[in-house]
């Protein structure tokens, strides 16, 4: 397997990266280890959760799992602070008060002395960003986190984290957790253009647009009852639309002529981005994570690139997976 380079940092992580939201929630304990198992057996080593996640569950799993048999040394582990996690005003945020509370709760929960990799999961507009890379520096070097990233962060607000750190001496973002799959690429504008010219390591959310590119959809306004939009509604209701919809029965198509499952190519076609280290997939079961494994052995076509452009292209969008970011101010006509 092809391990890629994590950012300009000296770690090397496989090209898919297991994201666990689903632990706790729609996955219980029992599959969620049998899924993690499957995952570091098959190469995997960047597991990402959330302190956020299921009130805290999916941390607590994982830590529960991670600390036996020697899991915890063969993983590149990362959560994320920045959401409402209690009562109080400053129980959320990226301020240094909260910053240092929810490291050391992550901590307890995922039973570890150190995180891997601690994202801010939102950009902060009420805390100076030399506030929060003050703490995340802190933090590095009292030894319980190794490195920092941001998640679903604009280009401008990663670039002036980056001037911050450089200015001040502080700890630099490695890494940048975006939205990105075919039904939402505008990334391609601004962001991934930053990440590479600053050697940021790209890892991708949503990478089969919540099912939607997995030929889960059939019709936007009757979900399958087990899906995230039924389950949960909301900002993921709102991701599957009839546009959506429209495109993925096309990919599935496509995917399905090339020989593959549609699951497959959509992580396949955002694995092999530019600038893409690897995106992060949310199995629900073993056997999905199963039907993914051999995508990291896989290279997308130029044919089949093409092929994708032809449907979405380049740099635009016809769903909005920015839908859980204040700053997003763009609306789609499509």
């Not at 996955?27 to 009130?55: C, F, K, M, Q």
């Not at 048999?69 to 994320?80: E, S």
């Not at 929060?132 to 319980?144: H, I, M, N, Y």
């Not at 990919?251 to 959509?266: D, N």
Request: proline residues 6%; hydrophobic residues 40%; charged residues 20%.
């Amino acid at each position: 397997m092809e391990y890629r380079r994590f950012g300009r940092t000296g770690v090397r992580i496989a090209p898919l990266a297991l994201g666990t939201m689903n632990f706790g929630d729609a996955t219980d304990e029992a599959e969620s280890v049998r899924i993690l198992d499957r995952a570091i057996d098959a190469g995997i080593t960047l597991i990402d959760t959330a302190d956020v996640y299921n009130a805290g569950a999916s941390e607590e799993i994982l830590g529960r799992a991670l600390a036996h048999g020697g899991r915890r040394q063969r993983v590149f582990l990362a959560t994320k602070a920045f959401n409402q996690v209690g009562p109080g005003p400053n129980d959320r945020g990226t301020s240094r008060l909260h910053l240092m509370r929810a490291c050391d709760a992550s901590l307890r929960r995922l039973q570890t002395d150190h995180i891997d990799l601690y994202q801010m999961h939102r950009p902060d507009p009420d805390t100076p960003i030399d506030e929060t890379l003050g703490a995340l520096t802190d933090l590095v070097r009292s030894g319980k986190v190794r490195y920092v990233g941001c998640s679903t962060h604009p280009a401008w607000r990663v670039m002036q984290a980056l001037l911050t750190a450089e200015l001040h001496g502080l700890v630099r973002y490695v890494s940048e957790q975006p939205p990105y799959n075919l039904l939402d690429r505008r990334i391609e504008n601004e962001l991934v253009p930053l990440c590479l010219e600053h050697q940021l390591a790209i890892i991708p959310w949503a990478p089969m647009a919540q099912g939607v590119l997995a030929g889960r959809y059939d019709d936007a306004t009757q979900p399958p009852a087990d899906s995230r939009a039924a389950r949960r509604g909301g900002i993921y209701a709102e991701r599957v639309t009839p546009a959506g919809v429209r495109v993925g029965t096309a990919f599935s198509a496509l995917a399905r002529e090339a020989g593959l499952s549609p699951a497959q190519l959509a992580l396949l076609w955002v694995k092999d981005q530019p600038g893409v280290t690897a995106p992060i997939f949310g199995a629900r079961t073993v056997a999905q994570l199963d039907e993914a494994i051999p995508v990291m052995e896989l290279r997308l076509s130029d044919d089949l690139r093409n092929a994708c452009d032809a449907l979405v292209p380049p740099g635009s969008a016809v769903v909005n997976f920015h839908n859980s970011a204040a700053w997003m101010r763009m609306q789609l006509t499509v």
